[in-house]
């Protein structure tokens, strides 16, 4: 009922259907046998200890299922622990490629997943615990008192033997009572037959034969009352041969029920794991008041914006950061780094996962040094993640001019001085990279876009 509004078109949700279904009518099952095993007949009559015995031939499936419950719940603590742990590498990997956070900020982010994989640390502890205390315990009792005799437990054959002892004399005596009750009740037809079959005035054959059947019920009560009185004078010997054996079973059932009371609340006391979770909060929350807004704003501004030193040019017109010699008096020219570019042809994936695997690695040495305007490596264009989306790129077929000299780094590189004009053949990729023909040597080959401008 509970899948009328599902998917059915979803093998997956068809299997969930089915399988809660399964899960009910096992449970219900369940209910039903256990409700069966509370409501058999009266223990006292013959043969109804046989519950007592099957309470004792389920001590063994009883741990098993014990230690199965115990097993899957240190399987919920493994899958969690790495699930946080993937959780923490896939996010330190986004952060050190795709996300562009920065400073204290990105080391408060970074504060997530150290938390995580100390939750994952945590976590995995407690599943080792769980996983080698519990099975340990639980088979060193199960082998100390399920001990089995040829077919069935020792215990087992005990209890069936002293009780099976103790209802013999009881039986005998209760089908003879039983035998005297059936011929009383057939008497009584014969009796009830008799006069029903006469009506009026009976004859004196019939008064005879209900006379004989009279006197032979009389008799047959007679032997009741003295086969009664025999049985309940050996009550008490039935009881107590009984009681001494239900209390030995009793016991049994009580270390039982004791020891695997005890073995809850030992999971109770090595499942706990509040104190250590607080310490790893306490950290994080530690990590996240160093987040400074004005720290990082200032270190942008040195980095990134208005506290960078300007370019102004000398007085040949050569660019150079304010604050350095003019390059006119031996000082160094400006030169914009080239735009990050990502290999995307399988010549250059070895290069390019280098690259990316250095980056990492001082990224990590480095998490509060951060690439401000750095755009994510397979952003497509457009995405939101792009900081020049209002600049239109050039488009392919137009001219454009070097703004600046670069040497390509790589073999479908374009080289080019300042001041050569170049027809671009294929427009701006999402990494800003164009591709184009050199109008002097007829090269061709793939260039910075911040590198030139419109001819």
Not at 116 to 129: F, G, N, P, T, V
Not at 316 to 333: K, L, V
Not at 435 to 451: E, I, L, M
Request: aromatic fraction near 8%; proline fraction near 4%; include cysteine.
């Amino acid at each position: 009922n509970n899948c009328v509004h599902t998917n059915f078109n979803c093998p997956e949700v068809i299997f969930h259907c089915l399988d809660m279904t399964l899960r009910r009518s096992k449970t219900q099952k369940a209910s039903r046998q256990l409700s069966c095993a509370v409501e058999q007949d009266n223990f006292w009559d013959v043969g109804n200890y046989k519950t007592v015995l099957k309470r004792i031939n389920n001590t063994p499936k009883l741990c098993d299922e014990f230690l199965r419950m115990f097993h899957e719940r240190a399987s919920v603590e493994k899958h969690y622990a790495r699930e946080l742990t993937s959780f923490a590498e896939k996010w330190e990997e986004r952060l050190a490629t795709k996300v562009p956070e920065y400073g204290t900020l990105q080391d408060g982010w970074l504060g997530i997943t150290a938390e995580a994989r100390q939750l994952s640390s945590i976590h995995m502890k407690c599943k080792d615990k769980i996983d080698d205390i519990m099975k340990d315990r639980i088979e060193t009792w199960k082998k100390e008192h399920c001990k089995k005799s040829i077919i069935h437990l020792k215990s087992y054959k005990r209890a069936n033997t002293a009780f099976s002892h103790a209802q013999e004399p009881w039986n005998k005596r209760k089908a003879k009572i039983d035998k005297y009750r059936a011929h009383i009740s057939k008497y009584e037809k014969e009796i009830h037959q008799i006069r029903s079959n006469e009506g009026g005035t009976p004859t004196d054959k019939a008064r005879s034969q209900l006379e004989k059947v009279q006197l032979a019920k009389k008799k047959t009560e007679e032997k009741l009352k003295q086969r009664i009185d025999d049985l309940l004078q050996y009550k008490e010997t039935y009881r107590q041969e009984m009681e001494l054996e239900f209390e030995r079973c009793q016991e049994e059932e009580r270390v039982r029920i004791n020891f695997f009371k005890e073995t809850l609340k030992l999971y109770e006391r090595i499942s706990v794991v509040s104190e250590e979770i607080e310490t790893s909060h306490a950290i994080l929350t530690a990590r996240l008041e160093r987040v400074n807004a004005d720290a990082d704003l200032s270190k942008f501004s040195l980095e990134c914006g208005t506290k960078m030193p300007m370019i102004i040019p000398d007085k040949d017109g050569i660019w150079f950061e304010e604050g350095n010699s003019p390059p006119s008096e031996g000082g160094t020219a400006y030169t914009p780094a080239p735009i990050r570019r990502v290999a995307s042809d399988d010549t250059n994936t070895h290069n390019s996962s280098t690259t990316t695997t250095t980056s990492q690695q001082q990224q990590q040495q480095q998490p509060n040094e951060a690439s401000f305007l750095s755009v994510p490596t397979n952003a497509p264009t457009g995405s939101d993640w792009s900081l020049n989306s209002d600049i239109t790129p050039i488009s392919s077929g137009m001219q454009v001019r070097a703004l600046y000299t670069y040497s390509g780094t790589q073999g479908d590189e374009l080289s080019f001085e300042e001041g050569d004009v170049i027809t671009v053949t294929e427009a701006e990729d999402a990494d800003g990279w164009l591709k184009g023909t050199h109008d002097q040597t007829q090269q061709t080959g793939k260039f910075p876009g911040n590198y030139v401008m419109s001819a």
